[in-house]
């Protein structure tokens, strides 16, 4: 059957290939065979190859009150969290429709990954009672629904590191339990069989530690103890899937003992994170500065990167309207990216899509 009538399937493809991811739902509903097209993985490779992929940032980001008429946008009392949308390409933002039963915002402190063309919330404290909570799920962007997955199993857990393999698989580790103990314990769920499957423990408890995908490894970064209690530690350890094992502690991983919320990974061997007021590059188990941060994003919240480029999502000072500036890693040149007030609410977690 051809894809549009009268027409090579090859032309018809590159056609659906120009076709925006916002419009994906609506043409998938036109018909079976566009449905089924636009859903295959080859689509969404072809789309890239032929440079018509769109590059997206997903962040759980404050909704900011816009019924002032004058000055700084106000930011409510109790933060109300949703789904936002930039499109790196065109510089214009967007929002998700909200989960379906959570009429007063996303979970606290959840956390987002994204695979293959579907992003998925995991965990975060449930406003309705306060608790940490074990839930699961899907936004797909071929449909532009939310389905429920398996809830995360282990008991509840909060503040742990979650990043994905950007094929199937996201990664869960550390956090820690309802009595504040942290955690050793990691697991991964398989998006398309709606599955989890434990992992074997880490070495060291890991609260508040960073999760990124890292040179083919699920790397674990820094966190602390239960006994440290906020006393952040400076060691690694990675997580081998092909081999299902952990490698040994890389006890001087980060320079100083801090937070490793910061740090990001990129499509080479480097990672980077801010500290000090400075973008800082592992090249050859060595940090170097890469860049000063601009002023107006000192205080970050948020760092992704993608394809030679790091973004980085913060303020001034804490409290004030949060911006994002765009960091060219070879030529080390900053770019601020336009930013409405009502994009400018903190930022929580986020991540890369490609799509």
């Known amino acids: ?11 018809a493809l590159e056609c659906l290939s120009r076709v925006s991811y916002k419009q994906f739902a609506t043409i998938s509903s036109v018909c079976k065979g566009w449905k089924s097209e636009i859903s295959r993985p080859e689509f969404r490779r072809n789309r890239t190859d032929t ?29 109300v969290y949703r789904i936002t949308v930039l499109e790196l390409g065109s510089g214009g933002w967007s929002e998700l429709p909200p989960i379906p039963g959570f009429p007063d915002g996303l979970p606290l402190f959840c956390q987002l990954s994204a695979v293959g063309p579907e992003l998925v919330v995991i965990g975060g404290l449930d406003l309705s009672t306060w608790e ?10 071929i449909s532009a629904t939310w389905r429920r997955g398996a809830d995360m199993p282990g008991g509840r857990r909060m503040l742990f590191g979650c990043a994905s393999d950007g094929d199937r698989t996201v990664y869960v580790a550390g956090g820690h339990d309802e009595d504040k103990n942290a955690l050793k314990s990691a697991m991964a769920y398989d998006v398309a069989r709606d599955e989890w499957s434990s992992l074997p423990d880490m070495a060291r408890e890991r609260d508040e530690c960073k999760v990124v995908f890292h040179c083919g490894k699920f790397l674990v970064i820094g966190g602390y103890s239960t006994n440290a ?50 973008v800082m590059a592992l090249k050859c188990n060595t940090w170097h500065a890469v860049s000063r941060l601009p002023a107006d994003v000192c205080s970050v919240a948020f ?24 960091l060219d890693l070879k030529s080390c040149k900053w770019t601020r990216t336009v930013t409405p007030d009502e994009f400018s609410g903190h930022v929580q977690s986020g991540c890369y899509l490609e799509i």
């Open 51 to 79: 440079r018509c992929s769109e590059q997206l940032l997903f962040m759980t980001q404050a909704r900011v009150d816009q019924s002032r008429k004058s000055g700084v946008p106000k930011r409510f009392a109790t933060p």
């Open 303 to 326: 760092v992704t990167t993608w394809r030679g480029k790091l973004m980085v999502t913060g303020s001034a000072r804490f409290g004030e309207p949060h911006m994002s500036y765009l």
């Open 132 to 141: 940490a909570s074990s839930s699961v799920f899907v936004f797909n962007i």
């Open 229 to 278: 209690q906020g006393r952040f530690e400076r060691h690694a350890e990675a997580f081998d899937a092909a081999a299902q094992q952990w490698g040994p502690v890389e006890e001087d991983f980060l320079e100083t003992a801090t937070c490793p919320r910061t740090c990001a990974g990129v499509d080479s061997n480097d990672l980077y994170m801010c500290r000090e007021g400075e």
């Open 1 to 11: 059957m051809d894809l549009i009538p009268d027409l090579p399937n090859e032309i």
